[in-house]
Nanobody, 126 residues
Framework: QVRLVESGGGLVQPGGSLRLSCAAP????????IGWFRQAPGNERELVSC??????????TYVDSVKGRFTLSRDNAKNTVNLQMNSLKPEDTAVYYC?????????????????WGRGTQVTVSS
């Protein structure tokens, strides 16, 4: 199991921006796939964006609804993975979680991720 800690959520008006960060003390994020997920009330948890581990090429994927608005990046010096969210919409409101697993380097295995943070609330409302 990997300990993951999210930060950066909050309340923002439509059109605004937030930056979420996921830290993993004692776990080198660069080596493994890591994703940001979200869950809105009454909905299942969905994958928002995922980055492959270094040995799997480090590529990033996004769910269609956030393409062009969200950017996933990794800061190897700080050992964090960050989700920059711009042009936020009310439908982006959810609890956002980062997920990873020390067995998988590819986002193709995201359904098997077993380590999760506690989540951070993002609310987009005027």
């Amino acid at each position: 199991q990997v300990r993951l800690v999210e930060s950066g959520g909050g309340l923002v008006q439509p059109g605004g921006s937030l930056r979420l960060s996921c830290a993993a003390p004692g776990f080198t994020l660069e080596n493994y796939a890591i994703g940001w997920f979200r869950q809105a009330p009454g909905n299942e948890r969905e994958l928002v964006s995922c980055m492959n581990g270094r040995d799997a090429g480090g590529g990033v994927t996004y769910v269609d609804s956030v393409k062009g608005r969200f950017t996933l990046s990794r800061d190897n010096a700080k050992n964090t993975v960050n989700l920059q969210m711009n042009s936020l919409k009310p439908e982006d409101t959810a609890v956002y979680y980062c997920g990873a697993d020390n067995h998988y380097v590819s986002c193709d295995d995201y359904v098997r991720f077993a380590s999760w943070g506690r989540g951070t609330q993002v609310t987009v409302s005027s």
